[in-house]
T-cell receptor, first 114, second 113 residues
């Protein structure tokens, strides 16, 4: 099992460019989330999804867009990259079940905006 | 507004020591408290989790203590090893809200040989 796969692992962008961070999971999980990790800030929730066709905003959604057309994929789009979006981005997934199910994280995409 | 406060930011112990990491939360609707371990260049991985209906949970060398009235919980690592050197995050979510974890800022643990 690959688990949660994120691509690319590294990316450098110029201010104003757009790009899509890919996330795929092979565990048939209903729930998927995007977090950003900045030094000394922990992980902060950007957007999340509770199933195909259903998405919602997290704590820091501005400048990002998501969609969920399939159970497996949950891409994150940067509409017009800004230096403040330089960060490490993590995708996570969890199953639906009684109570809380553990979130499984990918290994991240390290993004630099110049 | 920081919903989960974690301390200390960094911690250095000798091999065999018992590092303790503390977290406090404000939202009484939180119902699930996981701890994640993260190694450099990797994503966080679930270490252990607790619900507020128990005061302690132990898995191997890792123990969570939970104080519901004080809204605090802590991670203890018994007989710590150099391989435990990592960043540890506490987190919280509401019941059934696994997809919306609120994280503490993290503690970088170094275990010296």
């Amino acid at each position: 099992n690959a688990g949660v796969t994120q691509t690319p692992k590294f990316q450098v962008l110029k201010t104003g460019q757009s790009m899509t961070l890919q996330c795929a999971q092979d565990m048939n999980h209903e729930y998927m989330s995007w977090y950003r990790q900045d030094p000394g800030m922990g992980l902060r929730l950007i957007h999340y999804s509770v199933g195909a066709g259903i998405t919602d905003q997290g704590e820091v959604p501005n400048g990002y867009n998501v969609s969920r057309s399939t159970t497996e994929d949950f891409p994150l789009r940067l509409l017009s990259a800004a230096p403040s979006q330089t960060s490490v981005y993590f995708c996570a997934s969890s199953g639906r079940g009684f109570g809380n199910q553990p979130q499984h994280f990918g290994d991240g995409t390290r993004l630099s905006i110049l | 507004q920081q919903q989960v406060k974690q301390s200390p930011q960094s911690l250095i112990v000798q091999k065999g020591g018992i590092p303790i990491i503390n977290c406090a939360y404000e939202n009484t609707a939180f119902d699930y408290f996981p701890w994640y371990q993260q190694f450099p260049g990797k994503g966080p991985a679930l270490l252990i989790a607790i619900r507020p209906d128990v005061s302690e949970k132990k898995e191997g060398r890792f123990t969570i203590s939970f104080n519901k009235s004080a809204k605090q919980f802590s991670l203890h690592i018994m007989d710590s090893q150099p391989g435990d050197s990592a960043t540890y995050f506490c987190a919280a979510s509401t019941r059934g809200g696994s997809e919306k974890l609120v994280f503490g800022k993290g503690t970088k643990l170094t275990v010296n040989p």
